[in-house]
């Protein structure tokens, strides 16, 4: 599929269903894209769509099917929204270190496919009051699903989740306890973490 050129082509591209319940153009808005005018549209939609599928599929529909409606906060990112990002501090990585995250249509310098979107859990902010409570939704994601790495943020609980072709499995988090929660190498990264999630809805796959 080309990059399109016009609105209609556009209107297409959002059209191309991911998995269940998401769609492409689910992911398509930034705020940096509409507040500064730049088009945040895949340079290679076939990679984006490939990428994006593996990522709704694989992680955000059982996410959804388990916790109810997610709340998508920051989805795919154009190689031009994202070095428009970094270079004026709007909280965008380099397009380097992006790759194969919120720029799902680049392959890592390492020649992969990921792609990562940030999300938030409406039944967490509903069931839960503690900062560091997000470590339970953290450790019942890190048991139960194929992620690559996640990221918490301390407005809502947001937090980045990504698929990748060979996932690190990295939890880190800037919500207090800040740093890395897990990593391969760590004594606590095996195993089950169940006393974390106790009472958390039955997994949904």
């Known amino acids: 599929m080309r990059k399109p050129g016009s609105m209609k082509g556009l209107e297409e591209l959002g059209r191309v269903r991911l998995s269940q319940n998401f769609f ?4 398509l808005h930034s705020e940096i894209a509409d507040f500064y005018r730049i088009p ?6 076939d990679l984006a769509i490939e ?5 709704c599929q694989e992680l955000l529909e059982p996410l959804e099917a388990t916790f109810g409606r997610l709340h998508i906060r920051s989805g795919y990112r154009s190689p031009a929204v994202n070095r428009f990002g970094n270079e004026n501090n709007l909280n965008c990585s380099t397009n380097a270190a ?20 940030c999300v938030a859990v409406p039944w967490m902010l509903d069931h839960f009051r503690e900062e560091s409570d997000w470590q339970r939704l953290a450790w019942w994601i ?6 690559a790495s996640l990221c918490f943020f301390p407005k ?8 990748h072709e060979r996932p690190k499995r ?10 890395i929660l897990t990593k391969p190498g760590m004594a606590n990264w095996e195993g089950r973490h169940s006393e974390w ?5 039955a997994f949904k796959s």
């Open 197 to 201: 999630y106790e009472g958390f809805p």
């Open 24 to 27: 492409l153009r689910d992911f």
């Open 98 to 117: 992006t790759s194969a995250h919120h720029i799902w249509d680049m392959r890592d310098f390492e020649g992969c496919m990921g792609a990562a979107v």
């Open 170 to 179: 990295v939890i880190q988090s800037y919500i207090s306890p800040r740093g």
């Open 142 to 147: 890190h048991d139960h699903l194929p992620y």
């Open 51 to 55: 990428a994006g599928r593996r990522l």
């Open 156 to 163: 809502l609980w947001a937090f980045n989740i990504q698929w």
């Open 40 to 45: 945040n549209i895949p340079e290679d939609p």
